[in-house]
């Protein structure tokens, strides 16, 4: 069920802005109005802040035995899964991806909340020391209070969950801005939390934009720390801004990331990948494979085969259980894919499209796309497109291509595919980026860090990296065990 008119969620209430104003938040597939949105300003984003630091000063969240607040963590899984089918839908009619891909993505989210109900429990402790029999320093991991989350409209949900659970589980109390461009399933989530009957003001969530509501939550003093998944300019306009109150950072942003192909790979996996890693989610994804290396002995064969797969994707309905490459989120981002495209062309480029169905009104699709004949230092080579718009690059050294992968501003994740298992762990150490995968596509696994180096990103998420790293702070208390020798001064 869709709500008609979306309201912050603050301190345990469903409340209108304080200006009393909504936004439309339109389909990404008949482009109609679905909802209206409440403008976040900087009196609500007040609201939240001093509810949140009061739930975690006051309030019973932050003095909360950790088996007591992993019933609320588990609890909230439990809720999620309860409620996958209504999640996925509100989640495809939203961002326009296929609901296949959105009811995977909302099983993962539950995942989220379990598996760091588990970390909490298992790994938050930790180190002891002996000095000399005399002295005994341990430490232990402190809640920052008030954490700042800030998503992207790209499977917002999970990556809304990927957020809130581990800075809810390590004992934080948490404001989440999600995009402005999907916030049905953030809505969700609040209901879904209320009902979970977690103490008032442990979170809260402030619809709006990101230069009122997104802004204000980043200069706010009693945020102690900012979550932001999204644009790298954006990043960087969120660090400078937060910069006077000294907020602690983490920013998974923006990639251009290398699939490299060598003519000993595994040609038909390799192709699987290639197509699912940048047509999937409507190429809307930060980790996308947008730029592919082929070998020069294997590109002519390697390019009809995906010529022939592109021509096969399904395009359609979101809703629609056999779609695999929906709308994009809006016109505006259909304009930029567009402009991209276009540029290629005069670059030089051979431009191969799949067919978008003569019955699909909706002027929101982009069908997916090759650039044959593409150089690295191209403008579509070098920025960051963000739609089904794969570059298809020739390469015929390992030294080559290495090179290659590396001039661009971005390093947040690669793919090498070769059977020589020696030369892809050494391209895959010499590729500037956070995470590569040897003969696999993007394949997720919560232990390990995600994030990326160069522009992609500062810090890490996921796995202890999340607890130890970002939403907690190491405190050493150090105990005398004997009567050691202090140093007498002025006596």
């Known amino acids: ?186 809505n969700k989530l609040a209901e879904i939390i209320h009902l979970a009957n977690l103490p008032k003001g442990v979170f809260n969530v402030v619809h709006g934009f990101g230069e009122t509501a997104g802004n204000a939550l980043v200069q706010h003093e009693l945020v102690k720390a900012i979550s932001f998944t999204g644009e790298t300019t954006t990043g960087s306009t969120i660090m400078r801004n937060g910069a006077h109150t000294l907020k602690k950072t983490s920013m998974e942003l923006g990639g251009k990331s290398p699939l490299i192909v060598f003519d000993d790979a595994d040609l038909d996996r390799a192709l699987d990948a290639a197509i699912w890693g940048i047509y999937s989610f409507n190429g809307e994804r930060c ?56 540029v290629a062309r005069k670059e030089g480029c051979e431009i191969i499209q799949g067919k978008i169905p003569e019955h699909i009104e909706s002027i929101n699709f982009i069908p997916p796309t090759l650039l044959l004949g593409a150089k690295n230092e191209m403008v579509v080579c070098q920025e960051e497109v963000f739609g089904p718009v794969m570059a298809v690059i020739e390469f015929e050294s390992e030294d080559e291509v290495v090179q290659m992968a590396n001039d661009v501003k971005y390093g947040l994740a690669g793919y090498v595919w070769t059977n020589n298992i020696k030369r892809g762990h050494r391209v895959a150490q010499a590729v500037d980026a956070g995470m590569l995968w040897i003969n696999a596509q993007n394949v997720r696994d919560l232990r390990i860090p995600f994030g990326g180096s160069k522009a992609s990103g500062i810090g890490r998420e996921g796995g202890h990296y999340a607890m130890f790293e970002f939403y907690t702070e190491p405190k050493v208390i150090h105990v005398a065990l004997g009567e050691h020798h202090i140093p007498q001064f002025g006596k």
């Not at 999620?80 to 961002?95: G, R």
């Not at 995906?306 to 505006?332: F, Q, V, W, Y």
């Open 1 to 186: 069920m869709i709500v008609v008119e979306i309201k912050h969620y603050i301190a345990g209430q469903f409340v209108h802005s304080s200006s009393g104003q909504f936004f439309d938040n339109r389909s990404p597939y008949t482009n109609e109005v679905i909802n209206h949105v409440s403008i976040g300003e900087k009196a609500d984003i007040d609201q939240a802040a001093q509810a949140a630091n009061q739930a975690f000063h006051i309030g019973p969240w932050g003095k909360m035995k950790i088996s007591e607040r992993m019933g609320y963590i588990e609890k909230i899984a439990e809720l999620i899964d309860q409620h996958i089918e209504e999640i996925a839908v509100l989640e495809a009619t939203d961002t326009g991806l296929p609901i296949a891909q959105t009811k995977k993505m909302v099983a993962r989210a539950a995942e989220n909340f379990r598996f760091y109900s588990r970390m909490v429990q298992t790994r938050l402790h930790g180190d002891a020391y002996m000095q000399d029999d005399e002295f005994l320093n341990y430490t232990v991991y402190k809640p920052l209070g008030v954490i700042g989350l800030i998503t992207p409209w790209n499977a917002p949900f999970m990556l809304e969950t990927w957020k809130v659970a581990p800075a809810l589980a390590t004992g934080n109390t948490v404001i989440l801005k999600p995009a402005e461009l999907s916030p049905l399933t953030a």
């Open 287 to 342: 980790t996308a494979n947008s730029r592919i290396f082929l070998h020069k002995k294997i590109k002519t064969p390697f390019i009809q085969a995906m010529k022939e797969r592109i021509a096969n994707i399904k395009i359609g309905e979101p809703l629609d259980p056999s779609t695999e490459l929906g709308p994009l989120i809006n016109n505006e981002h259909v304009q930029k894919v567009s402009k991209y495209i276009e």
